[in-house]
């Protein structure tokens, strides 16, 4: 089992340039999120998708769309980059009736 | 006021020691009590799990909830350096559909 895997592991983009991250995993998971992570601020829920065919906003969802494709995969767009979507971003999945998250290793993502 | 706060540190002890890492949340709501690990350039890990009020132990690992003071604590025993990382505490109400994250210690065990 693989888990949760996210590509790429780095990217550096231009600001307005678009991008998509994706994740996928192999657990059977119902519900799987998108999160940022930044110094001194914790993680912060970007969107998620508690089965397939849904998604909701969380707490900081401007500038992102996100697509759930199937069950296991779950990608994060940013149409247009701006410095502020620097950060570190994680995705997540979670099987139904249980609480515990368990995460990818993470995108870092620079915006010039 | 965030719904969980968490002291962010640095915290450094001596290996050996045992560390207190600690969490206040404000919504009696929250039922589920989670600690996660964060290695340098690392995604979170889940270390430690606990549903309403009480400890749990696992290894060197306990997990201690006070639901009346809204009060969670994670201590390690004989700390090492590979311990060295940041630890989050992650809560949860009974829906348990979304996790409210604290900002994390940094821990640093020195040999």
């Known amino acids: 089992n693989a888990g949760v895997t996210q590509t790429p592991k780095f990217q550096v983009l231009k600001t307005g340039q678009s991008m998509t991250l994706q994740c996928a995993q192999d657990m059977n998971h119902n519900s799987m999120y998108w999160y940022r992570q930044d110094p001194g601020m914790g993680l912060r829920l970007i969107y998620y998708?508690?089965?397939?065919?849904?998604?909701d906003k969380g707490e900081v969802p401007n500038g992102y769309n996100v697509s759930r494709l199937n069950k296991r995969e779950f990608s994060l767009r940013l149409e247009s980059a701006a410095p502020s979507q620097t950060s570190v971003y994680f995705c997540?999945?979670?099987?139904?009736?249980?609480?515990?998250?368990?995460f990818g290793p993470g995108t870092r993502l620079t915006v010039t | 006021q965030k719904e969980v706060e968490q002291d962010p540190g640095p915290l450094s002890v001596p290996e050996g020691a045992i560390v207190s890492l600690n969490c206040t949340y404000s919504?009696?709501?929250?039922?589920?009590f989670m600690w996660y690990r964060q290695y340098s350039r690392k995604g979170p890990e889940l270390l430690m799990y606990t549903y309403s009020s009480g400890n749990k132990e696992d290894g060197r690992f306990t997990a201690q909830v006070d639901k009346s003071s809204k009060y969670i604590s994670l201590f390690i025993r004989d700390s090492q350096p590979s311990d060295s990382a940041t630890y989050l505490c992650?809560?949860?109400?009974?829906?348990?559909?979304?996790?409210?994250f604290g900002s994390g210690t940094q821990l640093t065990v020195l040999p």
């Open positions: 919504n009696s709501a929250f039922q589920y």
């Open positions: 998708s508690a089965s397939e065919g849904t998604t």
């Open positions: 992650a809560t949860a109400p009974g829906s348990a559909r979304q996790l409210t």
């Open positions: 997540a999945s979670r099987r139904t009736g249980q609480s515990e998250q368990y």
